[in-house]
């Protein structure tokens, strides 16, 4: 094979024996990388009701085709498990340089099972792997953690994989980072990382797999070096540059979604960091000229230390406007505090603004708080529920465990205000306004998320990129409807495969440049078709990991909030209308070849040829 290294590492912490396995080439025609990896391993290795964060879960690192080749966008890597958060599939993605290393190193994936009896890390050099001692870094921050295990292995260009405070005390949506700064946040894999006392995994390697077509892989790098400031703009400023832009057309979440303007927006944009002077630099991942990733400095009122990087968009909005707050230093510190103690950012922000709502309805009070004055709008409380949340301190050990688990605790009406999808909490971006991504936040497996979703109005900007795919219908963002289901399905399976491939969407490349690069890289005749089955084979086996998990068409919704507007947005009354979404909901699942039930049909089970999966579908189904 080309493009992969063939060889798979398997780790039992259990009884700490470590092998290496080697699927054939079908099985990577089929699955080719990240999702498609970890679902097939997850459904036919995780028996259904095990606990998320007990030692018969398992967590697999995954590598896509493109991962650590010299292709812009090539640095991500995936990692899923069963989820903490949701007890359903987990996964998430994370840029930087690690998956590169461990793709040099001399594996494609990782399965890490059992449980440790005491804190381990795993290293991995060309194709050897050993468990050692994590005890004297367990406890340790993320970026102290990085220092030691360089220092332990006497390589200061050790590559590392860490989970941080929040990882060690089953934090439900703690994170993995990658090299610090780049966090694979989503669905609580940091969680299941600490379950098993694993700390880190630390690669090391210089041996990367030949590609199919070299030359041709350079050629599209070399022309992406030369062509990407004049199509994209996220060199400048990174992500956060528009968010003055959705706060006018009503796509960014103000006061847990219960308000429509925040005229303060314009003090936590990536550009008023620039103004004040706080951002160092722009810095990047592995083979990619974008540089889109801040690193930011601060002094006061609260100091920040660049070497945590600095916020994006979703983390902007969530500790921003969000929680209704306008001073873009106490973002930075929250920013930074999640990447210290190993915290999504999403869902620490949208939990921490749920709580906000209680305390402002008087659902929760000072005596709940331990006195902190958790109204919308102040930043030193939001601060510091950060790092009560992380290390799990007073109201912090209940809002660890996200909101719905939170309102289901707090009860009086909170159910109604707390902001999730299947227990994951909802990105920054508004399902009002876009529409599309609100059926996809309903849908997906994990729950809601922005990534693999579509930007309705983006898509609407690019549709002679689309009609190759046979999408050539301008949809407008505030429908739902069947049409909106069709952009959704052949648009994003596009935007799911990225997960598959191991690409970044931040770099713009297009589809036929997608499909030239996996066909230079593995060697392997390509097409847009192929790719979206690709897409679809892994989506559909998510769809089957939740059912068996008890997952039905009734945890595909959004909060009712969302059906009606804030009287003050400029949306102007628009809401996820329930009938609507019902409607474009059943036309998603018969586009998906699943029945009424969102069960998939086993025609088309034996289309994507996981006609094995069948076996893992509810009795009857």
Same mark, same amino acid.
């Given at each position: 094979m080309k493009g992969f290294n063939g060889k798979w590492l398997r780790v039992n912490l259990s009884t700490r024996q470590i092998s290496t396995e080697a699927p054939d080439e079908e099985f990577y025609k089929?699955?080719?990388?990240?999702?498609?990896?970890?679902?097939?391993?997850?459904?036919?290795?995780?028996?259904?009701?095990?606990?998320?964060?007990?030692?018969?879960? @398992?967590? +697999?690192?995954?590598?896509?085709?493109?991962? %650590?080749?010299?292709?812009p966008g090539s640095g991500r890597n995936s990692v899923g498990a @069963?989820?903490?958060?949701?007890?359903? =599939?987990?996964?998430?993605?994370?840029?930087?340089?690690?998956?590169?290393?461990?793709?040099?190193?001399?594996?494609? #994936?990782?399965?890490?099972?059992?449980?440790?009896?005491?804190?381990? =890390?795993?290293?991995?050099?060309?194709?050897?792997?050993e468990i050692r001692d994590a005890r004297p870094m367990w406890g340790l921050e993320v970026a102290e953690t990085e220092k030691a295990i360089r220092e332990d292995l006497q390589d200061g260009g050790v590559r590392t994989a860490i989970i941080g405070p929040a990882g060690e005390k089953l934090v439900r949506y703690a994170s993995i980072c990658n090299d610090i700064t780049h966090v694979a946040g989503r669905t609580g894999m940091g969680a299941v990382m600490g379950s098993k006392m694993l700390k880190a995994v630390a690669v090391r390697g210089d041996k990367p797999p030949e590609m199919g077509d070299r030359e041709k892989v350079l050629e599209l790098s070399r022309w992406m070096g030369k062509n990407f400031k004049t199509k994209t703009n996220f060199w400048q400023? %990174?992500?956060?540059?528009?968010?003055?832009?959705?706060? #006018?057309?009503?796509?960014?979440?103000?006061? /847990?979604?219960?308000?429509? !303007?925040?005229?303060?927006?314009e003090g936590i944009t990536s550009q008023s960091m620039y103004k004040k002077g706080y951002v160092e630099k722009m810095e990047s991942c592995y083979g990619c000229p974008v540089r889109c990733k801040k690193r930011v400095k601060l002094e006061k009122p609260w100091k920040v230390d660049p070497v945590y990087g600095?916020?994006? =968009?979703?983390?902007?909005?969530?500790?921003?406007?969000?929680?209704?707050?306008?001073?873009?230093? $106490?973002?930075?510190?929250? /920013?930074?505090?999640?990447?210290?103690?190993?915290?999504?950012?999403?869902?620490?922000? +949208?939990?921490?603004?749920?709580?906000?709502?209680?305390?402002?309805?008087?659902?929760?009070?000072?005596?709940? &708080? /331990?006195?902190?004055?958790? &109204?919308?709008? *102040?930043?030193?409380?939001?601060?510091?529920?950060?790092?009560?949340?992380?290390?799990? @301190?007073?109201?912090?050990?209940?809002? $660890?465990?996200?909101?719905?688990?939170?309102?289901? $605790?707090?009860?009086?009406?909170?159910?109604?205000?707390?902001?999730?999808?299947?227990?994951?909490?909802?990105?920054?971006?508004?399902? !009002? =306004?876009?529409?599309?991504?609100?059926?996809?936040?309903?849908?997906?497996?994990?729950?809601?998320?922005?990534?693999?979703?579509?930007?309705?109005?983006?898509? /609407?900007?690019?549709?002679?990129?689309?009609? !190759?795919?046979?999408?050539?219908?301008?949809?407008?963002?505030?429908?739902?409807?069947? !049409?909106?289901?069709?952009?959704?399905?052949?648009?994003?399976?596009?935007?799911?495969?990225? *997960?598959?491939?191991?690409?970044?969407?931040?770099?713009?490349?297009?589809?036929?440049? +997608?499909?030239?690069?996996?066909?230079?890289?593995?060697?392997?005749?390509?097409?847009?078709?192929?790719?979206? @089955?690709?897409?679809?084979?892994?989506? &559909?086996?998510a769809r089957v990991f939740n059912l068996r998990e008890g997952f039905t068409k009734r945890d595909d919704m959004l909060p009712r909030r969302f059906a009606s507007s804030p009287a003050d947005s400029n949306l102007k009354g628009v809401g996820v209308d329930p009938e609507k979404l019902s409607s474009a909901r059943k036309a998603y699942y018969q586009m998906m070849g699943w029945d009424e039930n969102g069960v998939p049909i086993h025609g088309r089970l034996v289309e994507l040829n996981i006609e094995w999966a069948a076996q893992y579908l509810p009795e009857g189904r």
């Amino acid at each position: 094979m080309k493009g992969f290294n063939g060889k798979w590492l398997r780790v039992n912490l259990s009884t700490r024996q470590i092998s290496t396995e080697a699927p054939d080439e079908e099985f990577y025609k089929t699955y080719l990388g990240g999702r498609g990896f970890i679902v097939h391993t997850l459904l036919k290795e995780v028996p259904r009701g095990v606990d998320p964060l007990g030692p018969e879960n @398992k967590l +697999v690192f995954a590598l896509g085709p493109i991962t %650590g080749h010299p292709f812009p966008g090539s640095g991500r890597n995936s990692v899923g498990a @069963k989820s903490p958060l949701s007890g359903g =599939y987990g996964e998430s993605e994370a840029g930087g340089f690690w998956g590169a290393e461990m793709k040099k190193a001399g594996y494609d #994936a990782i399965i890490v099972e059992g449980k440790s009896d005491q804190p381990v =890390y795993l290293w991995i050099q060309d194709g050897k792997a050993e468990i050692r001692d994590a005890r004297p870094m367990w406890g340790l921050e993320v970026a102290e953690t990085e220092k030691a295990i360089r220092e332990d292995l006497q390589d200061g260009g050790v590559r590392t994989a860490i989970i941080g405070p929040a990882g060690e005390k089953l934090v439900r949506y703690a994170s993995i980072c990658n090299d610090i700064t780049h966090v694979a946040g989503r669905t609580g894999m940091g969680a299941v990382m600490g379950s098993k006392m694993l700390k880190a995994v630390a690669v090391r390697g210089d041996k990367p797999p030949e590609m199919g077509d070299r030359e041709k892989v350079l050629e599209l790098s070399r022309w992406m070096g030369k062509n990407f400031k004049t199509k994209t703009n996220f060199w400048q400023y %990174g992500t956060g540059a528009a968010m003055d832009y959705y706060e #006018a057309c009503g796509n960014l979440p103000i006061r /847990n979604f219960a308000a429509g !303007r925040f005229p303060e927006v314009e003090g936590i944009t990536s550009q008023s960091m620039y103004k004040k002077g706080y951002v160092e630099k722009m810095e990047s991942c592995y083979g990619c000229p974008v540089r889109c990733k801040k690193r930011v400095k601060l002094e006061k009122p609260w100091k920040v230390d660049p070497v945590y990087g600095g916020p994006e =968009y979703e983390t902007l909005g969530a500790f921003g406007s969000c929680c209704g707050i306008g001073q873009v230093e $106490a973002i930075m510190k929250a /920013n930074e505090l999640c990447c210290r103690y190993g915290l999504d950012t999403i869902s620490a922000g +949208v939990t921490i603004s749920f709580a906000m709502e209680c305390f402002e309805k008087g659902v929760l009070t000072l005596k709940d &708080t /331990n006195g902190l004055d958790l &109204t919308f709008g *102040n930043a030193p409380a939001m601060v510091e529920m950060v790092e009560r949340i992380a290390l799990r @301190k007073g109201l912090g050990d209940l809002l $660890a465990e996200g909101t719905r688990r939170a309102a289901e $605790a707090i009860g009086e009406g909170s159910e109604e205000w707390a902001m999730h999808v299947k227990g994951e909490e909802i990105p920054m971006h508004e399902p !009002r =306004y876009k529409q599309g991504m609100g059926l996809h936040y309903s849908v997906h497996a994990t729950g809601a998320d922005h990534c693999s979703g579509i930007h309705d109005d983006v898509v /609407n900007k690019k549709l002679a990129e689309w009609d !190759r795919i046979g999408l050539a219908e301008s949809v407008p963002v505030y429908e739902m409807s069947g !049409r909106k289901a069709r952009m959704l399905y052949e648009v994003g399976l596009w935007r799911h495969l990225a *997960n598959s491939i191991g690409l970044c969407l931040f770099v713009p490349w297009s589809n036929e440049q +997608v499909i030239q690069a996996v066909e230079a890289i593995t060697g392997w005749p390509m097409s847009s078709w192929k790719l979206m @089955k690709t897409a679809e084979r892994g989506i &559909t086996l998510a769809r089957v990991f939740n059912l068996r998990e008890g997952f039905t068409k009734r945890d595909d919704m959004l909060p009712r909030r969302f059906a009606s507007s804030p009287a003050d947005s400029n949306l102007k009354g628009v809401g996820v209308d329930p009938e609507k979404l019902s409607s474009a909901r059943k036309a998603y699942y018969q586009m998906m070849g699943w029945d009424e039930n969102g069960v998939p049909i086993h025609g088309r089970l034996v289309e994507l040829n996981i006609e094995w999966a069948a076996q893992y579908l509810p009795e009857g189904r």
